[in-house]
């Protein structure tokens, strides 16, 4: 029997450790490789696609002036985004199968865009929630969308870390976007138009231009990347190909949908998310308003106080992906995180200090470190084309607690005059959210 001694006796080290190094590190550099040419602009996109999404938080106060809005009503208008959203996630991920991705997610922001630019123009309550409920038609499907687009460079096992430095658009638009939009609302008279007019003209400008800039820039498939070698290209393929290797892929259509939704883990990612969301999007769109009420701030000083919380989760979103990167355990950091959010929300809606409940409000914000952790669980079900289905379908339902969060918290200010009830009921969400994520405990 061959025991890897040579001839004269002496023991030879064996080879195959050092190629599987060797085979690892070349992996590892042409994936890095593919996220620093990826990632930039995907963030920008991200970026302004929740600058356009949530710009109404901060241009909230001055627009409910203008137009004569009960906080029921900014509630109902912040929410019917997510019901246009949502009826047309999976239908838009269909049709990105058949268009590709790069020219359909090109499309989706240039719409959307056009879309923001024209609620300068809103009239009353009415017409505002006609328009935010076209602009989550047109919205829908961009984030699965570059989920899934992700999903044709990354091999899965390094699926986490694109996810994660994708989602740190979200945190740094939610912190930027606030300091934007409050500059913008100094712009109020200018050629007499609203200093919240100037947001939805500048703001829904900014991703039609990004749309032309993706539909130049981006790639479709490894193969049309002009920034791999023929070489990178070919091990990439061939990565992505092992990595889906065993996973069912009926692709896109009726028959994925069908097979998706007679999955029981689908429903259950889908509960968690919906909790999720609950929670995220209600602080996403009252924050710069329960900042306001509770500090006696200015519009634009309450936007930039705003921008505190998102900076907090930016932080935190780095930290959890640095430390799931390097130990795994995302099924207990991904419980603990939803944890922290809830208490964190208790706090804020409990404290008499109001620098104790800012902290709060912090803690609470860190959901964006559990959202691009939260995705690797049901990214680890599908494989291929078929994912872009499934993530769609977990994101369309996940996202109707972005409506009925923002419309309850606003039914409960006008309910009781302040924000109390309304973040516990945020606290008990995230809470509910972590409860469920335990039957993921196991994964690493």
Same mark, same amino acid.
């Given at each position: 029997?061959?025991?890897?001694?040579?001839?004269?006796?002496?023991?030879?080290?064996?080879?195959?450790?050092?190629?599987?190094?060797?085979?690892?590190?070349?992996?590892?550099?042409?994936?890095?490789?593919?996220?620093?040419?990826?990632?930039?602009?995907?963030?920008?996109?991200?970026?302004?696609?929740?600058?356009?999404?949530?710009?109404?938080?901060?241009?909230?106060?001055?627009?409910?002036?203008?137009?004569?809005?009960?906080?029921?009503?900014?509630?109902?208008?912040?929410?019917?985004?997510?019901?246009?959203?949502?009826?047309?996630?999976?239908?838009?991920?269909?049709?990105?199968?058949?268009?590709?991705?790069?020219?359909?997610?090109?499309?989706?922001?240039?719409?959307?865009?056009?879309?923001?630019?024209?609620?300068?123009?809103?009239?009353?309550?009415?017409?505002?929630?006609?328009?935010?409920?076209?602009?989550?038609?047109?919205?829908?499907?961009?984030?699965?969308?570059?989920?899934?687009?992700?999903?044709?460079?990354?091999?899965?096992?390094?699926?986490?870390?694109?996810?994660?430095?994708?989602?740190?658009?979200?945190?740094?638009?939610?912190?930027?976007?606030?300091?934007?939009?409050?500059?913008?609302?100094?712009?109020?008279?200018?050629?007499?138009?609203?200093?919240?007019?100037?947001?939805?003209?500048?703001?829904?400008?900014?991703?039609?231009?990004?749309?032309?800039?993706?539909?130049?820039?981006?790639?479709?498939?490894?193969?049309?990347?002009?920034?791999?070698?023929?070489?990178?290209?070919?091990?990439?393929?061939?990565?992505?190909?092992?990595?889906?290797?065993?996973?069912?892929?009926?692709?896109?259509?009726?028959?994925?949908?069908?097979?998706?939704?007679?999955?029981?883990?689908?429903?259950?990612?889908?509960?968690?998310?919906?909790?999720?969301?609950?929670?995220?999007?209600?602080?996403?769109?009252?924050?710069?308003?329960?900042?306001?009420?509770?500090?006696?701030?200015?519009?634009?000083?309450?936007?930039?106080?705003?921008?505190?919380?998102?900076?907090?989760?930016?932080?935190?979103?780095?930290?959890?992906?640095?430390?799931?990167?390097?130990?795994?355990?995302?099924?207990?950091?991904?419980?603990?995180?939803?944890?922290?959010?809830?208490?964190?929300?208790?706090?804020?809606?409990? &404290? %008499?200090?109001?620098? =104790?409940?800012?902290?709060?409000?912090?803690?609470?914000?860190? $959901?964006? #470190? /559990? +959202?691009?952790? @939260?995705?690797?669980?049901?990214?680890?079900?599908?494989?291929?084309?078929?994912?872009?289905?499934?993530?769609?379908?977990?994101?369309?339902?996940?996202?109707?607690?972005?409506?009925?969060?923002?419309?309850?918290?606003?039914?409960?200010?006008? &309910? %009781?005059?302040?924000? =109390?009830?309304?973040?516990?009921?945020?606290?008990?969400?995230? $809470?509910? #959210? /972590? +409860?469920?994520? @335990?039957?993921?405990?196991?994964?690493?």
């Amino acid at each position: 029997m061959n025991d890897g001694t040579a001839a004269g006796g002496l023991r030879q080290p064996s080879s195959i450790p050092a190629s599987e190094s060797i085979a690892a590190a070349e992996e590892s550099r042409i994936v890095k490789k593919v996220l620093r040419a990826l990632i930039p602009l995907a963030i920008i996109g991200l970026f302004v696609s929740f600058i356009d999404r949530t710009n109404i938080a901060v241009a909230g106060p001055s627009m409910s002036a203008t137009l004569g809005l009960t906080p029921s009503m900014f509630g109902l208008a912040a929410g019917l985004f997510f019901i246009g959203y949502v009826l047309f996630e999976v239908p838009s991920n269909l049709l990105l199968g058949h268009f590709g991705a790069k020219v359909w997610i090109a499309r989706i922001m240039m719409t959307w865009g056009a879309v923001c630019v024209a609620m300068a123009w809103v009239q009353g309550a009415n017409s505002l929630y006609v328009m935010r409920f076209i602009l989550g038609i047109f919205e829908a499907g961009f984030y699965p969308g570059m989920l899934f687009y992700f999903s044709l460079f990354v091999p899965g096992r390094h699926l986490t870390r694109a996810y994660s430095l994708f989602q740190i658009g979200i945190p740094i638009s939610l912190a930027l976007g606030s300091v934007l939009t409050a500059a913008l609302l100094t712009m109020d008279g200018i050629m007499g138009y609203h200093g919240w007019q100037w947001v939805f003209i500048i703001e829904g400008g900014m991703a039609v231009v990004v749309g032309l800039v993706c539909l130049k820039l981006m790639a479709s498939t490894p193969n049309d990347a002009k920034w791999l070698t023929q070489d990178e290209k070919t091990k990439l393929n061939g990565y992505l190909k092992a990595a889906n290797e065993g996973k069912d892929d009926s692709g896109h259509g009726l028959q994925a949908v069908k097979s998706i939704f007679s999955t029981p883990r689908t429903w259950y990612f889908c509960a968690i998310y919906v909790a999720m969301m609950l929670g995220f999007y209600s602080v996403t769109y009252w924050a710069p308003q329960i900042i306001k009420l509770r500090m006696g701030l200015g519009n634009v000083e309450a936007g930039l106080v705003s921008a505190i919380p998102w900076v907090v989760a930016t932080i935190a979103l780095l930290a959890v992906s640095s430390y799931t990167s390097k130990h795994g355990r995302r099924g207990p950091i991904l419980v603990g995180v939803l944890a922290v959010c809830g208490i964190g929300m208790v706090i804020s809606s409990l &404290a %008499t200090n109001n620098t =104790v409940a800012l902290i709060g409000l912090c803690m609470g914000a860190c $959901i964006q #470190a /559990a +959202v691009p952790l @939260f995705y690797t669980f049901p990214a680890e079900e599908f494989g291929g084309a078929k994912s872009a289905v499934a993530l769609a379908l977990i994101n369309s339902v996940g996202n109707i607690g972005g409506f009925f969060g923002p419309y309850l918290l606003g039914i409960l200010r006008d &309910a %009781t005059g302040a924000d =109390v009830v309304g973040q516990l009921m945020l606290a008990s969400s995230f $809470i509910l #959210a /972590a +409860v469920l994520a @335990f039957g993921l405990m196991k994964k690493r």
